[in-house]
């Protein structure tokens, strides 16, 4: 059987008294985008540079390209790439030399030209890092991260305050890189970048995985009802009983959650068109993927499993992960 990306069986880790991840399961395919969602210290980044060998385990078995990330090989760190919220790199270099630099480091690293033209900076090429916009140091980032050629890519956030072309732009490049062939995990706060990118997504809360899976069908979204709403305006007939018994009324507001859609619709339509009726802001939608990650996270805003003692607080944090 091929080796996967990674395969992570029962992961643990506490710092003092947080139990951050609590047996974590999850494999990654060769060649899959992967996001791992979850709120603010649910367990994602303890997770993640656990996978890259900035942290050591408490628990569980972990592979990565096939090798344990722990035993910290520099071989294993040549093959990986990982892109961070942001990138501390001296502001006089030019993009081209400082990709050239990291590239450096790699034994096989990405021709520059081709890391500059993945990340959309042709024509930056060799602009000094402090005249780059907010954005544009983001692909740098991003190439930095590919300067070494990795065969799989860790993403952090990668598009935390992106106007939404850069975004877009960020979603396409993202594409670009899976079929180049690299394995991609990201993790995200956005539900419509996940939905866009990944071919499967794990959702983390108070350390464990409460979900997995592609993203249209995460907590049974494939299967769950569908809502039907619309506005009768004033005045309007009521529509007939057998379709009116499918919905709640509030004031002029018609709803429906139903298994049974198609039916529905088709009378209520074939209704209002005979009869000259506007169904105004008519919407039929499935729970969007945002719906089911609050409902599996419950909306929290802090996912650690306990919450920090003042010894905890007053010492800082334990360990400190990776950083550039
Ligand atoms: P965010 O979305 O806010 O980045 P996260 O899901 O990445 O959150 P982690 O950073 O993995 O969450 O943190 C999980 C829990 O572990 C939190 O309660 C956090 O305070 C705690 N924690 C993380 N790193 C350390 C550390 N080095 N020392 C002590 N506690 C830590």
Redesign the pocket.
Known sequence: MAIRAIEVKGLR?T??K?E??RGIDLHVEVGEVFALL????????????ILEGY?KRDAGEVQVLGTDPETNERSFKERIGIVLQETSVDPFFTVREVIELYGGFYPNPLPVDEAIEIVGLTDKADERIRRLSGGQQRRLDVALGLAGNPELLFLD?PTTGFDPSARRNAWQMVKDLQSLGKTILL?T?YMDEAQMLAGRVAV?AR?EIVAEGPPDALGGRDVAGTKISFVLPPGSPSPPPQVAGNFQILGNSWRSETDAALPILHELTGWAVNNNVELRSLQVSQPTLEDVYLALTGGER????ES?TVA?LAG??????RSR
């Open positions: 880790k710092y003092r947080v951050a991840v979850g709120p603010n210290g649910a367990g994602k980044t303890t997770t993640v540079e942290r956030e993790t706060h983390i350390g802090d996912g650690a499993s920090q905890d800082g944090k334990s360990e400190t992960g």
